[in-house]
């Protein structure tokens, strides 16, 4: 479903920079080290760049920083909007999803940071296995986003939350389709990948997964 989220994005596009700067309570540990997770992206890449939910550009600026090419996709307009105009013109930012794009000839790495958690455990295994299609021996994909240890770490999240009158935070990781690390590393391995996972902050982490 590569528009299920699309009008909650339209509307959050034009203050999602300063919720990324922790100026909102409720996601501040969410966005804790934003900057170091782009990064420690960034440091994963390598050659050709595809990267999906692309929002303000964020990821996309540092990546084009480093001398990557990048492609970008991401399904809502009002983003996609936001993100050309803080980035250089000749980017290509592209209308799409995780599972609907159309892909540049040759891609090295694909990564992607906040977003892979609005694909359904099931739609996430047959993005992985597209994506393992695309990616020669060596290719990776490198994910940061919000996964849970198991579900015991991931109820007492939500309680935390609800005891702290994070509702709407509570509500995101009820609704949203946060998943646990062994789903994660059974979907890289059944599509031939080897995966790594290191944690960034209580919900994030980053996913290193290489094609073998
Ligand atoms: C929380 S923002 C993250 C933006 C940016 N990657 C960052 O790290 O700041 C999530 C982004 O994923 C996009 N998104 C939502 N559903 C998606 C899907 N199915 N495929 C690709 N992107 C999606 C949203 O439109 C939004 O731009």
Redesign the pocket.
């Known amino acids: 479903?590569?528009?299920?989220?699309?009008e909650l994005?339209d509307e959050?596009?034009h203050t999602?920079d300063s919720f990324?700067q922790g100026e909102d309570i409720q996601y501040k540990e969410v966005f804790a080290h934003?900057e170091e997770?782009?990064e420690d992206v960034v440091n994963k890449s390598f050659g050709n760049v595809l990267?999906?939910?692309?929002?303000?550009?964020?990821?996309t600026n540092r990546l084009l920083a480093a001398g990557y090419n990048v492609y970008g996709?991401?399904?809502?307009q009002e983003?996609r909007a936001i993100a050309k105009q803080k980035l250089p013109q000749d980017v290509s930012i592209i209308e799409?999803?995780?599972?609907n794009f159309v892909a540049p000839s040759h891609v090295d790495t694909i990564v992607?940071?906040?977003?892979f958690h609005?694909?359904t455990d099931e739609e996430k295994n047959v993005a992985i296995a597209k994506y393992s299609q695309l990616l020669n021996k060596g290719g990776k994909i490198v994910f940061?986003d919000t996964i849970f240890v198991d579900q015991e770490a991931y109820d007492k999240t939500v309680e935390s939350a609800q005891e702290q009158g994070f509702h709407q935070l509570a509500n995101d990781l009820q609704t949203e389709y946060y998943t646990r690390i062994p789903v994660m590393q059974s979907i890289f391995e059944n599509n031939s990948f080897q995966v790594t996972f290191t944690r960034m902050n209580h919900f994030v982490w980053v996913m290193e997964a290489t094609k073998q």
């Open positions: 479903m590569g528009t299920e989220f699309n994005f959050w596009a999602y990324v934003y997770i782009l990267e999906f939910g692309v929002g303000t550009g964020n990821l996709i991401e399904p809502s983003m799409g999803d995780f599972l992607s940071t906040y977003a609005h694909l940061a």
